[in-house]
């Protein structure tokens, strides 16, 4: 396993890291437990959940592995999004954040937290109301850094100058969608990372599967993402399912297997190759997913394979339509 230093910051992460989002709904906390000890077993040191996800049974998951191991592990978690029916239950008002990093540490059943992140761009509180509170909780050894999810460029760079005008802890990572079908952030955010020197933590590496290769145009495949049974199905959906992506579907499983490598590897290897990524997050949703993910991860990708990803991407982007 490669580790890789969090932006500026002394923070070493596994370049692999967890994702936990799945953990108490399609992977159940028996198989989500033995999943993370196999994911350290490997070298794995990063772990990404959050409060809203699952109704917080995520974080209680997680905390339950952290006992006996917690400072073996980099934990990761977030606030913003609804985690309750209460008026404050979302958001980053300096209520809201203080009331959220609580119920996460006993949920989390830890007292701090090494990253915690704003999950997105909230606005209705000003940035430098929560950057204060966020700067409070790193003094009151809360919370070891802080991060943001799913800024644009222009966010990202707003919040850093507030922190350095005020003198506040600052965002030293951003967690945003990437790979070879989404590739917004190359506009103006990864460029912004890379100036100011700020981690990288990609999700959807693999497009929230797509790139697997499981569905045709008809219907999606049972179980997945794209299954209208799953809660998040039509944003999933709404992102991907396009006559476009499909076909570059198609090319890009012919370059796996032309090249002798897994959609996996080649999929998350096109994202890895990006000097401004730090650190991927992966949501195996099964043992037997992680393990082979796991396998795959060490296993090279030749350069010819990761040319021909770039063209099809450069493709895709080309012709596919324009997703908000």
Same mark, same amino acid.
């Given at each position: 396993?490669?580790?890789?230093?969090?932006?500026?910051?002394?923070?070493?992460?596994?370049?692999?890291c #967890?994702?936990?989002?799945?953990?108490?709904?399609?992977? %159940?906390?028996?198989?989500?437990?033995?999943?993370m000890?196999?994911?350290?077993?490997?070298?794995?040191? *990063?772990?990404?959940?959050?409060?809203?996800?699952?109704?917080?049974?995520?974080?209680?998951?997680?905390?339950?592995?952290?006992?006996?191991?917690?400072?073996?592990?980099?934990?990761?978690?977030? &606030?913003? !999004?609804?985690?309750?029916?209460?008026?404050?239950?979302i958001?980053?008002?300096?209520?809201?954040? #203080?009331?959220?990093?609580?119920?996460?540490?006993?949920? =989390?059943?830890?007292?701090?937290?090494?990253?915690?992140?704003?999950?997105?761009y %909230?606005?209705? !509180?000003?940035?430098?109301e929560?950057?204060?509170?966020?700067?409070?909780?790193?003094?009151?050894?809360?919370?070891?850094?802080?991060? &943001? &999810?799913? *800024?644009?460029?222009?966010?990202?760079?707003?919040?850093?100058? #507030?922190?350095?005008?005020?003198?506040?802890?600052?965002?030293?990572?951003?967690?945003?969608?990437?790979?070879?079908?989404?590739?917004?952030?190359?506009?103006?955010? =990864?460029?912004? &990372?890379?100036?100011?020197?700020?981690?990288?933590?990609?999700?959807?590496?693999?497009?929230?599967?797509?790139?697997?290769?499981?569905?045709?145009?008809?219907?999606?495949?049972p179980?997945?993402?794209?299954?209208?049974? *799953?809660?998040?199905?039509?944003?999933?959906?709404?992102?991907?399912?396009?006559?476009v992506?499909?076909?570059?579907?198609?090319? *890009?499983?012919?370059?796996?297997?032309?090249?002798?490598?897994?959609?996996?590897?080649?999929?998350?290897?096109?994202?890895?190759?990006?000097?401004?990524?730090?650190?991927?997050?992966?949501?195996a949703?099964?043992?037997?997913? =992680?393990?082979?993910?796991?396998?795959?991860?060490?296993?090279?990708?030749?350069?010819e394979?990761?040319?021909?990803?770039?063209?099809?991407?450069?493709?895709?982007?080309?012709?596919?339509?324009?997703?908000?």
């Open positions: 396993m490669n580790y890789r230093r969090l932006g500026r910051t002394g923070l070493k992460v596994s370049q692999y #967890m994702g936990a989002d799945n953990f108490g709904d399609q992977t %159940d906390e028996p198989t989500a437990l033995r999943m000890g196999q994911a350290v077993e490997a070298g794995v040191n *990063f772990i990404d959940t959050a409060n809203s996800y699952i109704a917080g049974k995520s974080e209680e998951i997680v905390g339950k592995f952290l006992k006996g191991r917690r400072h073996d592990i980099v934990l990761a978690s977030k &606030c913003r !999004s609804k985690a309750g029916p209460g008026l404050h239950d958001g980053i008002s300096r209520k809201a954040v #203080m009331k959220a990093i609580e119920d996460s540490l006993r949920r =989390l059943q830890t007292d701090f937290i090494d990253l915690y992140q704003v999950h997105s %909230d606005p209705d !509180s000003p940035i430098d929560a950057l204060r509170a966020f700067d409070d909780l790193v003094h009151q050894g809360k919370v070891r850094y802080i991060g &943001c &999810c799913n *800024f644009a460029g222009y966010q990202l760079v707003k919040a850093l100058w #507030m922190s350095d005008r005020r003198g506040l802890a600052r965002f030293d990572s951003v967690q945003p969608r990437y790979n070879m079908l989404y590739r917004y952030p190359e506009l103006e955010l =990864l460029p912004a &990372c890379a100036d100011e020197k700020v981690g990288v933590i990609v999700y959807s590496p693999m497009a929230g599967g797509f790139l697997q290769g499981k569905h045709r145009k008809e219907a999606a495949a179980g997945t993402r794209f299954d209208t049974t *799953f809660r998040a199905a039509q944003f999933y959906r709404r992102t991907y399912w396009n006559d992506a499909f076909t570059a579907v198609d090319r *890009f499983l012919a370059a796996a297997k032309q090249h002798g490598v897994s959609q996996f590897q080649l999929g998350a290897g096109w994202v890895r190759k990006n000097p401004v990524v730090t650190s991927l997050i992966v949501g949703r099964t043992e037997e997913q =992680l393990a082979s993910n796991l396998a795959d991860w060490e296993r090279p990708v030749p350069a394979a990761l040319k021909v990803a770039d063209e099809i991407a450069d493709w895709y982007r080309d012709h596919a339509p324009l997703v908000a």
